[in-house]
């Protein structure tokens, strides 16, 4: 009887010690990788740069053209064979002027230039100017009966080119064999001629 209690004791130790260690002992799960960390890359806006309005920039300087908008030319009676024939004015469509005062002086040496004498002749001047050429340039000023008796010129080469002009009156001092008409236009250019060399200012 002692012997079978012994035994069923046994076995129930047995029991409840693999019991104990099935529950103090569980099964072990396998170690998982470290979860992967998400970063969402910071958006990094660059400085705004400060808005600045656009510096003005200087007008540039228009180039003063090379070509004189009105040339006046005297040549002398007897001038024919001379080749040092110089403009006594030159102006520009800016209002600049040259004036060569002695451009027709009889003692002055063939081989030396005329004097320059820099200026300005005002622009109501010269626009007043254009308008009576523009209109003698249409009139018959008229060849006198008479011979070598020189010339006046006046070019008019504006910029751009195409309505240049060039009146021309022979033998100025002139009045034989001339209509009144071509007598009064010759004189209207005459005027002209004096109101521009008249209007030059000479640079101080």
Known sequence: MR????????????????????????????????????????????????????LPLPAPTPARADVALLTLTTMPAGWQDRMDLRPVLEVYADGHAVRKPD?????????????????????????TALAELTALSTLDLGVPGSGDGGSQIVDVMPEPPGQN?????????????????????????????RSLLDAFVADR
């Open 3 to 54: 012997r079978t209690i012994s035994a069923l004791l046994v076995l129930a130790m047995t029991f409840t010690a693999g019991w104990g260690v099935a529950a103090a002992d569980p099964a072990k799960q396998a170690p998982q990788p470290p979860a992967a960390e998400t970063h969402t890359p910071a958006t990094e806006n660059p400085p705004a740069l400060a808005a600045h309005p656009p």
């Open 165 to 193: 002009l060039h009146v021309i009156v022979y033998a100025p001092d002139a009045t034989d064999g001339l209509s009144t008409e071509q007598q009064n236009a010759r004189k209207r250019f005459a005027d002209v001629y």
């Open 103 to 127: 451009a027709v002086a009889p003692e002055r040496d063939r081989n030396t230039p005329p004097r320059e004498v820099s200026g300005a002749v005002r622009r109501e001047v010269i626009d």
